[in-house]
């Protein structure tokens, strides 16, 4: 199965296409979803970008804004692509070469990355993901589980149960970030139980239209959490323990993100261009700006860039959110796709088995 963020569409069985007719492009394949996938990882660099700014109030409840829907909706579009995976070898070997192997090339060279800039002695643990790259394994393990949910009786539910128990389990905050990958599951079973017909709805003029008050209240409500709790639980990679609260809080707060997630991200979508369009392209290389705008952020703030008294201003920002903008732009390009394809989309057909020659009738 390809990797979520450069994955060519399946053939969608169900119009789910150009917004006059409701029926797929000539091509087979849905640009909306690249669409989404690319103003996505726009969000996600912004929101990493903005991390290193000096503390303020606006840009902390902003951050918690986006935190609360972007990488839900990538997930739930990555649950909706993998709803035809099979444990075939073929099918697992795919999974290994666009997930695993990419996640061990750069757990190494963000490990060197990391001595070169910060610390000498820094360690490389494939146990312990460096920062965003913890998506990666994480999207290994949900697409293998994929045949589970397709059997088991309300996969919603009883993933939202797990995201519950694990959020009260500190030893989940460890290796691999289970935490996460636990807490952030139902999003992804979410996708794998959502149709065509679900992806319409959101693109209706009136779902549309009220995502604009909706949109508006959830960043006032965020400006007035942001003193009160933490950014951590948008994080979903601690317990409740490792937070400090009591165990209560962290099954309540696993089903209000929930709910929070799904409402903001269906309004997200609503704004999606239909058609195709100069970032449509770009959609079928998030993999590459997300992998990739990690080092330019980190290298900045190592470097004391952000220490800066012009990025304390609200025109420095600007600046970081533009400049996040068009650096993760860049970074999902035919050029660099070009450059990097044998980083992020090795073949390795020299590692393969090659399959066992069928038996002959007798």
Known sequence: MPSPLTAEQPRPTAAVGA?????????????????????????????????PLPPG????????????????????IAGYFSRNFELRPDRVWKLVTSLLV??????????????AL?????????????????FLPALFLWRLSTPLWQAVRFPVLVSLAIAAVATVSPAADGTL???????????????????????????????RVVSVPVFAAGMLLAYWLVPRISTSWFYRKNSAQELDTAEWTGPAATLLLFLAAVVLGACFLAWVPRGRSWMTALGTCTLYGYLLHGFVVRALRYEGFYDRP??????GTVAVT???????????????????KPLLEPRMEWARQKPAPAAKAS
Not at 118 to 125: F, I
Request: glycine share 4%; proline share 8%; with cysteine.
């Open 322 to 340: 533009v400049g996040a903008a068009v650096m993760v732009t860049l970074s999902c390009t035919p050029p660099v796709r070009r450059l990097l």
């Open 118 to 134: 910060r610390d000498p002695d820094y360690s490389l643990s494939l146990l312990e993901p460096y920062w965003l790259l913890w």
């Open 310 to 315: 012009f990025f304390n201003t609200t025109m």
């Open 177 to 207: 970030q289970i935490q996460r990958i636990l807490q952030f599951l139902p999003f992804y079973v979410l996708g794998l139980r959502m149709g065509p017909h679900h992806f319409e709805l959101v693109r209706r003029t009136w779902v």
């Open 102 to 115: 990419p996640y061990i090339l750069f757990e190494i060279l963000y490990t060197l990355f990391h001595r």
């Open 19 to 51: 917004p006059e007719t409701g029926k797929p492009p000539s091509g087979g394949r849905d640009h909306f979803f690249d669409n989404a996938k690319y103003l996505a990882i726009v969000l996600v660099a912004i929101g990493h970008a903005w991390e």
């Open 57 to 76: 109030r606006l840009v902390e409840a902003a951050y918690t804004f986006i935190y609360t829907f972007h990488m839900p909706v990538f997930i739930l």
